[in-house]
C-alpha cells in the first residue's frame, strides 16, 4: 500500500498540486503532481509496510547461472550492443530458468514512454532530504524524466521495493547490505548517494567533507575558538564520516577534538541537538564553539546556549552541516557547510546515465564521484 504525502517547493515555486494518475483509478496507489510554474512531474510515493515475499533470482545469480559478469547480464536484458548474440542468449536462457524478473529496462518500456527515476530518502521533512528531492524534480524536468519519492524513515527494503515496478532507475540512500541490495534491485540501475563501505563497488555520489572540515576549522581557529566540540549522530556506526573528518581538521590544527556522538532510532533534529548541547555544556564548561552533525542539530544547539545565558557567537560559535533554508529562520542566522544541491543532481543523473548506456563499470572509479560543500560563513560564528 502507498499513502499520498505532499511535497511543498521551496518558497519562490507554487505548491505542488496532487493531480489522480491513471494507474490510481485501478488501485495502484500512485499519486501524480504536476507543478503548474515549473512543469514539473513527480509522484510522491510513501511506503506504508510492503514487504518483499521470499528471495527472488538476482543478477548475480543470473551472472553465475551464465558464467558472465553482471555488466553483460545488464547488456543481454537491456539489449546493448557489446555482447555475441550467443553470449545474450546464455544469459536470456539463464534469466528464465530463475525466473527472474527484469527492470522496466529491461523491458524496454523506456522507449515507449517517459523514464521515471525512483528517488530514495530518507525524511521530506528533514531540510537536506527536501532541498536535495525540488533539485532532483528540477534536474529531471530537464532531461525529461518523471520521478517518483519514497521515503526510508521507517522501512528501507519496503521503500525500495514499492519503487521498483513503477520506475526505471534509482537514486538515494539506500542502507542495506550489498548481499541484500543486488537481491532487491536486481538488474535496475542504481546510484547510491553517501552509501557505507560495504555498498562502494557500486555507483556512487559521496558527500566528501575533509576540505569542508578543514575550512571550518580554520575559520574558527582564526575566531580564536579552542575548545571545539562536535555534535555527531549515527545509527550505528562509532562515530559518523563527518565527525572523522572533523577529528582529521582538529588533530591538524593542533587542537583536542572533543566529540558528542548519539545514536537514535530518529533522525537527527532540532530537539537532539538541543539535547546533545545541553550535555556538552556541562561535560565542557569551558567549550567555545559546535559543529553540528547537520544544521537541525545546529539549531538546537543555538536553543540551548541561548537558554543558558551562552551568546551567539560572542561566547559560543556554532556551523551546522548542509546549508538547508532552516539556517536563515533563525537569529543569528546559521554558519554551513553548505550543498550545491543542484550539482549535486547533475552528478547524479550523469553517473546514472553512463552506468545504464554502459560507458562505466559500477566498481570503476568513473562511477565514484563526490560532491563537497563549501564553508558559508554567516552570523553564528
Not at 72 to 97: C, F, H, W, Y
Not at 125 to 144: I, K
Request: glycine share 8%; with cysteine; charged share 25%.
Amino acid at each position: 500500500m502507498v499513502s499520498q504525502k505532499r511535497v511543498t517547493a521551496r518558497s519562490s515555486r507554487v505548491k505542488a498540486l496532487p493531480i489522480r494518475s491513471p494507474g490510481a483509478e485501478r488501485g495502484e496507489g500512485r499519486v501524480q503532481h504536476g507543478d503548474r510554474t515549473s512543469g514539473r512531474r513527480y509522484t510522491a510515493c510513501m511506503s506504508t509496510g510492503a514487504s518483499l515475499l521470499g528471495r527472488r533470482a538476482s543478477i548475480i545469480d543470473v551472472a553465475e547461472r551464465a558464467g558472465v559478469s553482471r555488466q553483460t547480464v545488464t547488456r543481454a536484458i537491456n539489449d546493448m550492443p557489446g555482447i555475441s548474440a550467443a553470449t545474450k542468449q546464455r544469459v536470456l536462457d539463464a534469466a528464465r530458468e530463475l525466473q527472474y524478473r527484469p527492470s522496466r529496462f529491461g523491458r524496454g518500456l523506456v522507449s515507449r514512454g517517459t523514464p521515471t527515476l525512483g528517488l530514495v530518502v530518507v525524511d521530506l521533512t528533514n531540510g537536506f532530504w527536501a532541498e536535495l528531492a525540488s533539485a532532483v524534480l528540477d534536474e529531471a524536468t530537464e532531461r525529461g524524466w518523471t520521478v517518483l519519492i519514497a521515503e526510508t524513515s521507517h522501512d528501507a527494503r519496503s521503500a525500495v521495493a514499492t519503487l521498483l515496478d513503477h520506475v526505471d532507475a534509482l537514486f538515494g540512500l539506500v542502507d542495506v547490505p550489498e548481499t541484500e541490495l543486488d537481491e532487491l534491485v536486481g538488474p535496475t540501475p542504481i546510484v547510491l548517494l553517501d552509501p557505507k563501505p560495504d555498498l562502494r563497488r557500486r555507483a556512487w555520489v559521496r558527500l566528501d567533507f575533509e576540505s569542508a572540515m578543514a575550512d571550518a576549522a580554520s575559520h574558527l581557529v582564526s575566531k580564536a575558538r579552542r575548545r571545539i566540540v562536535m555534535l555527531d549522530w549515527s545509527r550505528s556506526q562509532p562515530r559518523s564520516e563527518r565527525a572523522t573528518s572533523f577529528v582529521h581538521a582538529v588533530e591538524g590544527l593542533g587542537l583536542d577534538p572533543l566529540v558528542l556522538r548519539h545514536t537514535a532510532t530518529s533522525e537527527p533534529s532540532i530537539d537532539l541537538g538541543r539535547l546533545a548541547a545541553e550535555e556538552a555544556l556541562v561535560q565542557w564548561p569551558d567549550l567555545d564553539a559546535f559543529v553540528c552533525f547537520n544544521d537541525p542539530i545546529a539549531v538546537g544547539a543555538l536553543k540551548a546556549c541561548q537558554a543558558v545565558g551562552r551568546s551567539v557567537p560572542a561566547d559560543v560559535s556554532i556551523i551546522g552541516v548542509d546549508g538547508s533554508a532552516v539556517g536563515l529562520v533563525v537569529t543569528p542566522e546559521l554558519t554551513t557547510l553548505s550543498f550545491d544541491f543542484r550539482e549535486l543532481a547533475r552528478t547524479a543523473f550523469s553517473t546514472l546515465l553512463a552506468s545504464v548506456e554502459g560507458s562505466l563499470a559500477d566498481g570503476g572509479p568513473a562511477a565514484h564521484r563526490p560532491v563537497r560543500p563549501q564553508l558559508v560563513v554567516r552570523g553564528s560564528s
